[in-house]
């Protein structure tokens, strides 16, 4: 017995249809991709650059809160010279945590600048009972 007779001949495909099959094949992937940066990637990148530009915004009497959870008030953000000369903030910021106690801490290590808002109590009316 002829052992190629199990082989079933292969025969040439047309040329024509590739591309549409290898388009077909490989669109899902663009799709997975598509749904991966719209739904994560873009997010995340969009609250990095909200996260620098609030650094780069902190200024004397901003309160915020560290990585470690503690709030404070910033008091003093340094300036520094960079290589070419000119005056960039430091990336070192003091911050008073209590009544004259100061502590440095780093830029980086700020993850929320706390903004005051304004209370929506109406004034209580004298001589009435609450």
């Given at each position: 017995?002829?052992p190629?007779?199990?082989?079933?001949p292969?025969?040439?495909q047309?040329?024509?249809?590739?591309?549409?099959?290898?388009?077909?094949?490989?669109?899902?992937?663009?799709?997975?991709?598509?749904?991966?940066?719209?739904l994560?990637?873009?997010?995340?990148?969009?609250?990095?650059?909200?996260?620098?530009?609030?650094?780069?915004?902190?200024?004397?009497?901003?309160?915020?809160?560290?990585?470690?959870g503690?709030?404070?008030?910033?008091?003093?953000?340094?300036?520094?010279?960079?290589?070419?000369?000119?005056?960039?903030?430091?990336?070192?910021?003091?911050?008073?945590?209590?009544?004259?106690?100061?502590?440095?801490?780093?830029?980086?290590?700020?993850?929320?600048?706390?903004?005051?808002?304004?209370?929506?109590?109406?004034?209580?009316?004298?001589?009435?009972?609450?």
């Amino acid at each position: 017995m002829n052992p190629f007779v199990l082989i079933p001949p292969a025969y040439a495909q047309n040329a024509a249809g590739d591309w549409l099959a290898g388009a077909a094949q490989f669109a899902p992937l663009v799709l997975i991709f598509a749904v991966f940066y719209f739904l994560l990637i873009r997010p995340q990148q969009q609250k990095q650059r909200e996260m620098r530009l609030m650094l780069s915004a902190l200024k004397r009497g901003d309160k915020v809160v560290t990585g470690g959870g503690i709030i404070g008030t910033v008091q003093r953000v340094p300036m520094v010279q960079d290589k070419d000369g000119n005056q960039v903030p430091s990336t070192e910021i003091e911050v008073e945590i209590a009544p004259n106690l100061k502590v440095t801490v780093l830029r980086e290590t700020i993850t929320t600048v706390i903004k005051p808002v304004a209370a929506n109590d109406v004034k209580p009316v004298k001589g009435k009972a609450s």
